[in-house]
């Protein structure tokens, strides 16, 4: 790439001229790539973590308060036992 000045319509302008057509391709992609694919994929990542995260700890909530609440259900039916004997 061989950065230039261009006059257009009497106004000074910059340019970047190519020494080949492939060359200025493979920059367009290259600038594609690493500003769009890259960082959609880095989005992509980072929310699909919070969103393990976030259900592996509703599932763990989820077993405790099972947890708890069968225990509860055990010690309501053990004292209903009681007092029918």
Known sequence: MLPTTV??????????SWRSRAAEVAHGVWNFVSFFVVILVIFIFCYWRIIVTIRRQASDRIFHFRKIYFSYC???????????L
């Open 74 to 84: 055990s010690l309501l039916s053990e004292e209903r036992a009681r007092k029918l």
């Open 7 to 16: 006059v257009v319509d009497g106004v000074c302008r910059g340019r970047a």
